[in-house]
């Protein structure tokens, strides 16, 4: 039987947070863009993926703490459920006494059998049926439904681009069907998309559980996120930085020129307004560029001896503010 704790390697008094981290790191290790062909790989990435969806939903947990589900999520069948036996875990009895009672005339819960001639294992399963039947599920909290069908989760590498503009991406989900995923502009690394009644079906008839679709995005070989900005270095010519001038500069929206002042020096940095990532409510971000002049090569010896001429005919002297030891 398969025990989530031990699936993820995380101790039963975990913290949230801890099982969320502890799964992450798995998927991405066992993930199997990163091991193609790995049945093993695969395998163990189903695996770690059903136990998050368990340990992950704190209703959930508390069942399979108190031996009401097992580590697949299936309710515990047969005589006692875990309640009164070998080894049980005695808070089970605790929370569910009333309605034992209600179903053997009490003496089930308290002697852990039946009295008088009293239930016998098929009584004790359609008490359990109705135990289930009575759980509320999240989205109904209190209206008696069937419990909802069991979330999954997958992970969905999209390009930069995608996640800062927004697209359309389609994903393999672990049931086998293939899903449209809409990526809002500004999606970030590790940002949770809930695809609302795509998850499993409920056993009961209750509601379908959702799809979370977990987003990683690229990194781009020119810009970089930092919150809603966007960071790049340009780089520009001497000439460029000695007299200033109009340059074209790489945007998410496209190309745009912008001007730069004469006498500008490796790290300084120009604001563009506005052409950052989109927040909620659609305002953006901005862009940041810094500029890096790339003085000539060894192999420009036309503008190295220009320099040299320019360098001869009019010298001048850098104010250095670095004190020698």
């Not at 995005?217 to 970089?224: G, I, K």
């Not at 520009?236 to 500069?249: C, N, R, T």
């Not at 971000?285 to 001429?309: I, K, S, T």
């Amino acid at each position: 039987m398969n025990d989530p704790y031990r699936i993820l390697n995380v101790r039963r008094d975990a913290s949230a947070a801890e099982i969320k981290s502890a799964y992450r790191r798995l998927a991405k290790e066992l993930h199997p863009d990163r091991n193609p062909g790995d049945r093993r790989a695969e395998q163990r990435f189903r695996e770690a993926t059903q136990a998050y969806e368990l340990l992950g939903d704190p209703e959930k947990r508390a069942a399979y703490d108190r031996g009401l589900i097992d580590g697949d999520g299936k309710p515990r069948g047969g005589f006692g459920f875990g309640f009164g036996g070998a080894g049980a875990d005695p808070r089970a009895r605790s929370g569910f006494e009333t309605i034992f009672e209600k179903a053997f005339g009490g003496g089930f819960a308290r002697a852990g059998g039946s009295q008088g001639g009293g239930a016998g294992p098929s009584d004790l399963n359609s008490a359990f049926e109705e135990l289930l039947k009575g759980r509320q599920s999240r989205s109904g909290a209190g209206t008696g439904r069937a419990l909802r069908g069991a979330d999954v989760r997958h992970r969905l590498e999209v390009d930069f681009m995608t996640a800062a503009r927004g697209g359309r991406e389609r994903v393999l989900i672990r049931n086998g069907r293939q899903l449209e995923v809409d990526v809002p502009a500004g999606t970030s690394d590790g940002q949770v998309l809930r695809l609302r009644g795509q998850g499993n079906a409920s056993p009961g008839g209750g509601p379908a559980g959702d799809a979370l679709i977990e987003i990683a995005v690229r990194p781009h070989p020119h810009f970089e996120r930092r919150g809603h900005d966007i960071h790049l270095e340009l780089p520009v010519s001497l000439p460029e930085a000695l007299l200033g001038g109009k340059v074209k500069v790489p945007t998410i929206d496209g190309a745009v020129r912008i001007a730069i002042a004469p006498g500008a020096n490796s790290g300084q940095t120009l604001r563009l307004r506005g052409k950052g990532i989109a927040f909620a409510d659609g305002t953006r971000g901005d862009q940041l560029v810094r500029l890096v002049v790339m003085l000539p090569g060894p192999g420009e010896q036309a503008a190295l001896g220009a320099l040299r001429r320019v360098a001869e005919e009019h010298p001048y002297e850098v104010r250095r503010e670095v004190e020698t030891a």
